[in-house]
């Protein structure tokens, strides 16, 4: 399947955002994530399908100050 993950073409053989992450090696309770725009929470990741050419945006908290 074509995804566009964080602005980056990509070739990924999965079906949900959930096996998404997983294969990426994105884990935690601290992501937010949105596909083409819309963000999708925490507990309906291994619901949501994925289809080629989505635009899967994955965020993580940074550390700073």
Not at 15 to 37: K, P
Not at 38 to 62: C, G
Request: no cysteine; charged share 25%.
């Amino acid at each position: 399947m074509r995804l566009i993950v964080n602005g980056e073409p990509q070739t990924i053989a999965v079906a949900t955002l959930s096996e998404l992450l997983v294969t990426l090696d994105y884990e935690g309770d601290w992501l937010a994530t949105a596909v083409n725009g819309e963000l999708v929470h925490r507990e309906d990741r291994a619901d949501h399908a994925l289809n080629d050419n989505d635009r899967i945006e994955i965020l993580t908290p940074m550390q700073g100050g």
